[in-house]
């Protein structure tokens, strides 16, 4: 099981920008999709974005939709999160996740966090006001 390694986070104004990095420590990732959840104090785990690995076919929360977008690169070895009309409720520690199965209808399914088998230690990102 590969290890995930989040990177980028930080302290930044509403309306600001930040691009989040998730590396994995086993060099190509050999599964089928990787993501981005996140836990703000006092709340539920909650889905972010994810991408398909073969095809770079991409899912988002509601929430972030249009702000944010989840892109690999051609090593295959990161996944990517930019960040884009930071507000004050995105203040949550970010977690990398990845998943070595395809899955019936991801859409539903990549949204629960028990459908993800690896999971990063996390990074801060904190928007103020």
């Known amino acids: 099981q590969e290890q995930l390694v989040e990177s980028g986070g930080g302290l930044v104004q509403a309306g600001g920008s930040l691009r989040l990095s998730c590396a994995t420590s086993?060099?190509?990732?050999?599964?089928?999709?990787m993501g981005w959840f996140r836990q703000a104090p006092g709340k539920e785990r909650e889905f972010v974005a994810a991408?398909?690995?073969?095809?770079?076919?991409?899912y988002y929360a509601d929430s972030v939709k249009d702000r944010f977008a989840i892109s690999r690169d051609n090593t295959k070895t990161t996944v990517f999160l930019g960040m884009n009309s930071l507000k004050p409720e995105d203040t949550a520690q970010y977690y990398c996740?990845?998943?070595?199965?395809?899955?019936?209808?991801?859409?539903?399914?990549?949204?629960?966090?028990?459908?993800?088998?690896?999971w990063g230690q996390g990074t801060q990102v904190t928007v103020s006001s």
């Open positions: 996740v990845g998943r070595q199965n395809r899955i019936a209808s991801p859409n539903y399914y990549l949204r629960q966090a028990a459908q993800w088998y690896s």
């Open positions: 086993g060099g190509t990732f050999s599964g089928s999709y």
């Open positions: 991408i398909s690995w073969r095809d770079r076919y991409t």
